[in-house]
């Protein structure tokens, strides 16, 4: 069971209270309707999927609540980072 | 057969003997005793039979990486454990053990047959044998070889035990309470950290435990670390895996060393974080590879010493050795001192180191150095060993009862491993050693390969002058796995040591190939001319030895197996007798059947109630969401399919929620209370995923907007009041709401009180009827309930349950999300287009309900079905074809989502999907079902009231 | 206002004396989810202040997260819903019931299901963590004394969960 820290709590907690949600920085199209169906496609279902460093979402879902990003290498399982959301890609 | 227990000596308490039995015999004993050691001591050689061949089995070692010694223990009903290790099972007044893998009996067992027809079983013989024919498989393979194989027996009776479970945290835990672990544990000691010191045994000290010049040394240390109170000892505790983050899983044993059935749990599962992990696991010795070497009676040489000094038990009367290390002649002369005889040594070096063979010959014993056995004569245990010279030649016989072998040693590296820890080749060694840690760990002592054990040289397999092919000398006792299943295995073509062990099932055991895997590695090596570092190494996994499924389930069991979420009116339910279901986590009243009702009876009742009068029913699970803030209408605007900012404050609205795929994910009514606050509601089983899809948007795509979003689900009871009557039951209970039909239309909301209760009270309908959802703060629930109950006597008010909620929303073709929707439905396959806002610019899956697939045509659409036989009921989930007469496998195209008998419609009704549905009212589609194929029409899901008349009074 | 019916609350009125440690249910109280950009946002409605914090109590009011703070209050307190302003005032006082634990074995029988450290969870800490699969608030009102928040449902299960450990 890994330790995550939480950017919001600055602390490290177990990986029970977190959940995960996804690769990171994937924006809303801010005009869905605007888009053609390719490019809705590769917003909807198209995912990295890195062996190596990956950017992620995660949820302290039984703590803050907060939703946040954090950089693993899917190799290792190791976190390099985590941060907020809304900050730019580390 | 008393001979073997020696005179004096040993750390057993020769003041307290036991009794026990063996496979019904009655055996003596003393306190300190292991199973085995106290069998031993009784001249019992043979513990179980092997795994493939059947073979008579003896102890290998005095631990656990025993191979071959595994044993059942019975403390009564339920209480079964198989596949203990003899020599990890602490001796209790009146035991009850047992041999596994034998029949009819240890001595004579049947399915040593195998053994005869050894050349027939040859490595991967499962994957090559039982190919064909494949019919062959089910009926007459699989149940014969289930029947021979396993190990010992699975309990069938439930588990009486409970067990405990904790989380632990300290700075620093030490694996292992040999001197290392020890000399550890007194150096954390003296800092301010939180030391834990575990250690599998009864005892701490490890291999202190059979050196009686280091039990002062031990005294004196664990006086000391009990002294200090940062230190907590946790013994009969076994750390089965290294998880990330230094997180080690552990089991502490508390009662199965007690005789009787004891209070308290059984065992305790310690699941621990460690800022520094210091591994003092030790090592394991190497047994040799030679023809006969797993004859009872042939043992590891250090296995023998702890039994001759920790026990006071002598294996053998006259004893050989088979060293290619040092190790081995001291703990034979360790033996000799305490009064063991030891007949020879045999060293399969030409040269030793001079002081060994000074002392040997100071003792008298017999040493042939270059020389090897080659064979052992004794099936049930051994008589004689035949030894050569290494080049085949001076064949002699040794009468002896035992023979221990010393082929080096291997670093438990086990929970190294499972943290990932690289690992280094040591060719002097002859063993890969601890090298780059992935956590906060080391290893000290023998287990990173720092040991004074003297020197050695590694031997593959020893030299015989017999043919190799014909060879039955084995690597992994506990698999049946040979010198020459492995050699077999590279000329199939196996290179990697991954394949070969999987093909020759080598290391695969139960005992994670403690013994075997080094072994195993250095003929690999050999019969492919490489050296080991390019063939790899296993990977080592959790657990270290089994454990038991109590001891991980921890407290997960019975009652706290997973919580049963109950409502406030759950209580009044359970008297009155209901019939529940489990929704998600929670449990809900089915049906309330009276004297003599079935499920049809009940529900056809509690439906006539309904809609001739009154029910009433528990919607308290239903999901809540308290959405507040300047910007709560523009964010529901965007989530929902539907407009929402015109709503006005005291009106509901059904909203309809999407995943951004355009799939219906949820949907529920809910309420405007005012400019800024909402009242929604989710399905029961969709609360907790639906505030996450809000959270997840309103936090990291529109931070901007100012609101915020509160689960109330548990806050409120909900009571739902259904029928006809529902008003006339409410209206003496409500003050501050007028309930008539203009003032308080469908569809909204007021706020009063209700007994005294404040309550927001939604005028909404699940069922057709005139009905209102009463929600009061949780703790009122059942008392609410049962003021209305009072209230709605003179209506005969119906208490119903969850299947009468569905088939009167069947009937009014409401859908359930989950059971009529199934992750594929849009909006518009299941017929809600109307809940969609055509002129809305966005919402959550706005742009997927026009991409090509979603407006192709042929989608499975949702329909009504009528049968041509109103009185047949579709099986719910059935598949649906368009020409029953195709050739099997026919083609389908839907299944039966939602199927009833009607009471109200005096016929049976369903929902389905299928394909094109909404093109084929009226048509027929056939749904082939065991025994006859049902012929139905396609219809509109509104199957009763379709006007709404019955809403709106 | 007259309270004519009764409340039912699902864990027992009467304490549980373990060993080392007193399980007891809390009375009802009143709480309420305070959301808000900044802490000083409902300093102003609440006129106390409250922690900035996250993880930590003070006046009765624990900051669960950047913008959710926990108030709570003696049973029937109420107070000013917010209506108009950026924030938000939800009342969740049923949603929760409250478990006290009590004596030298408290910390034990939380850490039986609960991964957080508590030797370094000091006094006036409260925060929203997890029990085995249930989700709780735990606030730490003394060395050996925690008051622990559950949603209602779970809260037979919690207190079994609970007197199962503390009669070990």
């Given at each position: 069971m890994i330790l995550i820290h939480c950017p919001y709590c600055d602390e490290k907690r177990a990986e029970l209270e977190f959940a995960y949600a996804g690769e990171a920085h994937i924006a809303r199209p801010l005009?869905?309707?605007?888009?053609?169906d390719e490019e809705w496609e590769t917003y909807l279902f198209i995912r990295n999927n890195p062996r190596g460093r990956h950017h992620e979402r995660w949820r302290h879902a039984h703590g803050c609540g907060r939703f946040f990003n954090a950089v693993r290498?899917?190799?290792?399982?190791?976190?390099?980072t985590t941060y907020k959301a809304g900050e730019p890609r580390k | 057969m008393t001979g073997y227990r020696l005179p004096t000596g040993g750390?057993?308490?020769?003041?307290a003997p036991l009794t026990f039995s063996f496979d019904g015999t009655s055996f003596a004993g003393f306190e300190g005793d292991t199973l085995a050691s106290a069998l031993l001591a009784s001249g019992v050689k043979l513990f179980g039979r092997s795994f493939k061949y059947h073979r008579p089995r003896g102890l290998v070692?005095?631990?656990?990486?025993?191979?071959?010694?595994l044993i059942s223990v019975t403390?009564?009903?339920?209480r079964f454990t198989p596949n203990l290790r003899a020599t990890n099972v602490d001796l209790y007044q009146g035991m009850e053990a047992t041999s596994q893998n034998r029949w009819p009996s240890l001595k004579f067992d049947?399915?040593?047959?195998n053994d005869r027809l050894g050349?027939?079983?040859?490595?991967g013989f499962y994957n090559k044998t039982?190919?064909?024919?494949?019919?062959?498989?089910?009926?007459l393979y699989e149940p014969a070889i289930r029947r021979m194989a396993g190990l010992g027996q699975a309990p069938?009776?439930?588990?009486p035990d409970h067990y405990a479970a904790t989380y632990a945290h300290c700075d620093v835990l030490i694996i292992g309470a040999g001197p290392a672990g020890i000399d550890a544990a007194l150096e954390a000691a003296a800092t301010n950290k939180r030391i834990i010191l575990i250690d599998e045994?009864?005892?701490?000290?490890g291999g202190a435990l059979s050196d009686p010049t280091l039990w002062p040394w031990l005294e004196r240390s664990l006086k000391a670390l009990a002294a200090s109170p940062n230190v907590q000892v946790l013994a009969?505790?076994?750390?089965f895996g290294y998880f990330h983050d230094n997180f080690i899983g552990a089991v502490e044993r508390f009662t199965?060393?007690?005789?009787?059935?004891?209070?308290?749990?059984r065992e305790k599962l310690w699941r621990i974080r460690a800022a520094e992990v210091i591994l003092a696991q030790g090592a394991i010795e190497r047994p040799l590879v030679f023809?006969?070497?797993?004859?009872?009676?042939?043992?590891?040489a250090s296995a023998a010493k702890v039994f001759a000094l920790?026990?006071?038990?002598?294996?053998?009367?006259s004893v050989a050795l088979m060293a290619s290390h040092d190790s081995g002649w001291n703990d034979a002369f360790a033996m000799a001192g305490a009064g063991v005889g030891i007949a020879a040594i045999i060293d399969v070096r030409d040269v030793v180191n001079e002081a060994l063979l000074t002392k040997a010959n100071g003792l008298g014993i017999n040493v042939r150095l270059g020389h090897s056995v080659i064979g052992v004569r004794?099936?049930?245990?051994?008589?004689a060993i035949s030894v050569a010279r290494n080049?085949?030649?001076?064949v002699s016989d040794i009468t002896c009862d035992a023979l221990l072998m010393a082929g080096g040693w291997t670093p438990t590296v086990h929970l190294w491993s499972h943290s990932k820890g690289s690992l280094a080749w040591r060719d002097d060694l002859g063993a890969f050693v601890p090298d780059v840690?992935?956590?906060?760990v080391r290893c000290v002592g023998a287990c990173a390969g720092?040991?004074?054990f003297g020197a050695g040289v590694v031997v593959d397999v020893l030299p015989t002058p017999k043919d190799p092919a014909r060879l039955k000398a084995f690597v992994d006792f506990q698999n049946d796995v040979t010198a020459k299943d492995i050699k077999l295995a590279v000329r199939e073509g196996f290179r990697s040591i991954e394949h070969i062990k999987r093909y020759t099932?080598?290391?695969?055991?139960t005992d994670q190939g403690k013994t075997s895997n080094l072994n195993g590695l250095q003929i690999a090596s050999t019969a492919l001319n490489k050296p080991v570092t390019d063939i790899g190494l296993t990977t080592f996994r959790p657990p270290y030895t089994p454990q038991t499924f109590g001891a991980l389930a921890g407290h997960a069991?019975?009652?706290?197996?997973?919580p049963t979420r109950k409502t406030n009116i759950d209580s009044w339910a359970e008297e009155q007798g209901a019939v529940f279901e489990l929704v998600a986590q929670w449990r809900r009243a089915r049906y309330f059947p009276k004297a003599g009702e079935d499920m049809l009876a009940a529900v056809n009742r509690e439906c006539r109630m309904v809609r001739s009068s009154v029910g009433i029913f528990d919607a308290s699970t239903l999901g809540k969401i308290e959405v507040v803030g300047p910007d709560a209408a523009e964010f529901l605007n965007r989530m929902y399919?539907?407009?929402?900012?015109?709503?006005?404050?005291g009106r509901c609205r059904y909203g309809l929620l999407l995943k951004e795929d355009g799939f219906i994910t949820d949907d529920g009514v809910s309420a405007r209370l005012a400019p800024d606050r909402f009242h929604l509601t989710t399905t029961t089983g969709g609360a907790a995923r639906v505030l996450n899809l809000m959270e997840d948007y309103l936090q990291?795509?529109?931070?901007?907007?100012?609101v915020w979003l509160t689960s109330t689900s548990e806050h409120y009871a909900v009571i739902a009041l259904q029928g006809p009557n529902a008003r006339k039951v409410l209206e003496p209970l409500?003050?501050?709401?007028?309930?008539?039909a203009e003032a308080f239309p469908h569809m909204a909301i007021r706020e009063g009180t209700i007994c005294g209760i404040p309550t927001r009270l939604f005028r909404v309908s699940f069922t057709g009827e005139l009905g209102y959802e009463i929600n009061v703060p949780s703790a009122y629930g059942r008392t609410l309930w049962e003021r209305i109950m009072a209230e709605g006597a003179r209506y005969d008010i119906t208490p119903y349950g969850t299947e009468t909620m569905h088939v009167l929303r069947a009937e009014k073709g409401f859908i359930i999300v989950g059971q009529?929707?199934?992750?594929?439905?849009t909006p518009f396959d299941a017929g809600?287009?109307?809940?969609?806002?055509?002129?809305?610019?966005?919402?959550?899956?706005k742009r997927s309900l026009a991409r090509p697939d979603i407006v192709a045509p042929g989608r499975k659409q949702l329909v009504g079905l009528l049968t041509d036989d109103p009185n047949m009921v579709l099986e719910e989930g059935a598949q649906i074809v368009?020409?029953?007469?195709?050739?099997?496998?026919m083609k389908m195209i839907g299944h039966v989502t939602s199927s009833y008998w009607s009471e109200t419609l005096g016929r049976s009704i369903a929902m389905a999907l299928v394909e094109g549905g909404h093109s084929k009212m009226g048509q027929d589609i056939f749904v082939p079902m065991p025994g006859k194929t049902h012929v139905a029409k396609v219809s509109s899901?509104?199957?009763?009231d379709a006007e709404g008349a019955r809403l709106n009074v | 206002m007259s309270e004519l019916l009764a409340r039912i609350e699902p864990t027992p009125a009467v304490p549980f004396a373990g060993n080392g440690v007193t399980v007891t249910s809390a009375p009802p109280m009143a709480r309420f989810s305070l959301r808000a950009r900044k802490a000083t946002d409902l300093e102003k409605l609440l006129g106390v202040s409250v922690p900035q914090k996250i993880g930590t109590m003070q006046n009765g009011v624990m900051c669960l997260g950047p913008d959710e703070w926990l108030m709570l209050a003696p049973h029937g307190t109420k107070i000013a819903d917010?209506?108009?302003?950026s924030l938000a005032v939800t009342e969740v006082s049923d949603r929760n019931v409250a478990i006290l634990l009590e004596g030298p074995r408290a910390v034990a029988v939380l850490a039986a299901g609960c991964a957080l450290d508590f030797d370094h969870f000091e006094v006036g800490r409260a925060t929203r963590t997890i029990f085995e699969t249930v989700e709780i608030i735990v606030v730490r009102e003394a060395a050996e004394r925690f008051h622990v928040e559950v949603w209602r449902s779970f809260a037979p299960w919690l207190w079994t969960a609970f007197v199962t450990v503390a009669a070990q």
């Open positions: 005009d869905p309707s605007a888009l053609s290498d899917t190799v290792t399982d190791k976190f390099e | 750390r057993i308490n020769r003041a070692g005095s631990g656990s990486e025993e191979p071959n010694a403390r009564g009903p339920g049947f399915g040593a047959i050349m027939f079983f040859p490595a039982f190919m064909w024919p494949r019919s062959f498989w089910e009926k069938t009776d439930v588990d045994q009864d005892e701490l000290g009969r505790t076994t750390a199965d060393h007690l005789p009787g059935i004891p209070h308290g749990p023809e006969g070497n797993d004859t009872p009676g042939v043992m590891l920790r026990y006071g038990v002598a294996v053998g009367q004794g099936r049930l245990g051994v008589k080049d085949g030649t001076a840690p992935n956590e906060n720092t040991w004074n099932t080598n290391g695969m055991a069991k019975g009652a706290l197996f997973q399919t539907n407009p929402w900012k015109a709503l006005e404050p990291t795509e529109w931070p901007d907007l100012n409500v003050e501050g709401i007028d309930l008539s009529d929707t199934d992750g594929t439905v809600l287009d109307w809940a969609v806002g055509k002129k809305k610019a966005d919402f959550v899956g368009a020409d029953p007469n195709q050739p099997v496998p899901m509104m199957f009763y | 917010g209506s108009g302003l």
